[in-house]
C-alpha cells in the first residue's frame, strides 16, 4: 500500500487531499486530511446530498482505514 497522491492545501481544516493506491493496484481517491482538536485525521470520501447532509462514497473497514491513516499522516509530514 502507498499513498499515490497528497496535495496540500491552505486556508482550512483539510490540510491535504490524499489518494491511496492499495497492494492490488486500486487508487481510492478523494480522502482528505484533516486537522481536527485531537490532531490529524483521515476522513473518507464524501459527497453532499440533496438533504444537505455528507454521505461516504468509499466505506473502508476500521482497520484498513487506520493504515490509510498512518500513510497518510508519514507522508503529509515528510
Do not use: C, H, W
Not at 5 to 25: C, P, Q, S, W
Not at 41 to 62: H, M, Q, R
Amino acid at each position: 500500500m502507498r499513498v499515490y497522491r497528497l496535495n496540500e492545501v491552505e486556508g482550512g481544516k483539510t490540510v491535504a487531499f490524499v489518494d491511496i493506491e492499495t497492494d492490488d493496484g486500486i487508487i481510492i481517491k478523494g480522502f482528505r486530511l484533516v486537522n481536527g482538536q485531537n490532531g490529524l485525521f483521515l476522513a473518507s470520501p464524501d459527497e453532499k446530498g440533496k438533504d444537505g447532509n455528507y454521505y461516504e462514497t468509499v466505506i473502508v473497514p476500521p482497520q484498513l482505514k487506520q493504515k490509510f491513516e498512518k500513510l497518510a499522516i508519514e507522508e503529509y509530514q515528510k
